[in-house]
């Protein structure tokens, strides 16, 4: 079973800034089977990125994904206000999990 | 477009059963695996169970197996997931997802509006 993990529980930021969020896996994830939602409250994930770097159809180039093996980085370059939200990664090497996601708050 | 509607969620008490359906439209379900994730109320999300495309494999998170069954009426564009001797813990609401491909484990391209199962006395 592949346990992910996600840092840090919050990060508080303001707009305009560059936000770094990090998912680590127990261990490692072959092919990149990795992805990055977006969920806003009282709504469905949205697919933000798979297969660790590609961005979903419709994805602001302001979102990027890096990594391989165990350690993966979800990168916004300048948040706008709509990107204040919480953030999960997913793996689908083996079966599927979720981390436990990474809220982004404005400071 | 691409959606995903559940309904079929409800009050249930412990132990009793409930029948979710997800209805699809705007793509050909047929060729597409299907999933349920799960979110417990101020929780992160958890996979439930994946189909594919044609019913052929089945697969269920350690918690819910024996338990719950996903299926799939690919002649009415339906998702289903019938659960049964429900606990508390499974309070939750439940989103239908669709996978990029027919089979295998992939991430989730398109996800429903959810629907809320809540089991209490």
């Known amino acids: 079973e592949i346990v992910l993990t996600q840092s840090p529980g919050t990060l508080s930021l303001s707009p305009g800034e560059r936000a770094t969020l990090s998912c680590r896996a127990s261990?490692?994830?072959?092919?990149?089977?990795l992805a990055w939602y977006q969920q806003k409250p009282g709504q469905a994930p949205r697919l933000l990125i798979y297969?660790?770097?590609s961005r979903a159809t419709g994805i602001p180039d302001r979102f990027s994904g890096s990594g391989s093996g165990t350690d993966f980085t979800l990168t916004i370059s300048r948040l706008e206000p709509e990107d204040f939200a919480v953030y999960y990664c997913?793996?689908?090497?083996?079966?599927?999990?979720f981390g436990p996601g990474t809220k982004v708050d404005i400071k | 477009q691409v959606q995903l509607v559940e309904s079929g969620g409800g009050v249930v008490q412990p132990g009793r059963s409930l029948r979710l359906s997800c209805a699809a439209s705007?793509?050909?379900?047929?060729?597409?695996?299907m999933h349920w994730v799960r979110q417990a109320p101020g929780k992160g999300l958890e996979w439930v169970a994946v189909?594919?495309?044609?019913?052929?494999?089945?697969y269920y998170v350690d918690s819910v197996k024996g338990r719950f069954t996903i299926s799939r009426d690919n002649s009415k564009s339906t998702l289903y997931l019938q659960m049964n001797s429900l606990r508390a813990e499974d309070t939750a609401v439940y989103f239908c997802?669709?996978?990029?491909?027919?089979?295998?484990?992939?991430?989730?391209?398109?996800w429903g509006q959810g629907a809320l199962v809540t089991v209490s006395s």
């Open positions: 261990q490692s994830i072959s092919s990149s089977s």
């Open positions: 997913q793996q689908y090497d083996k079966s599927s999990a």
């Open positions: 189909i594919w495309h044609d019913g052929s494999n089945k």
């Open positions: 705007g793509f050909t379900f047929s060729s597409y695996g």
């Open positions: 997802a669709r996978s990029p491909y027919s089979i295998g484990w992939h991430y989730f391209i398109s």
């Open positions: 297969g660790a770097s």
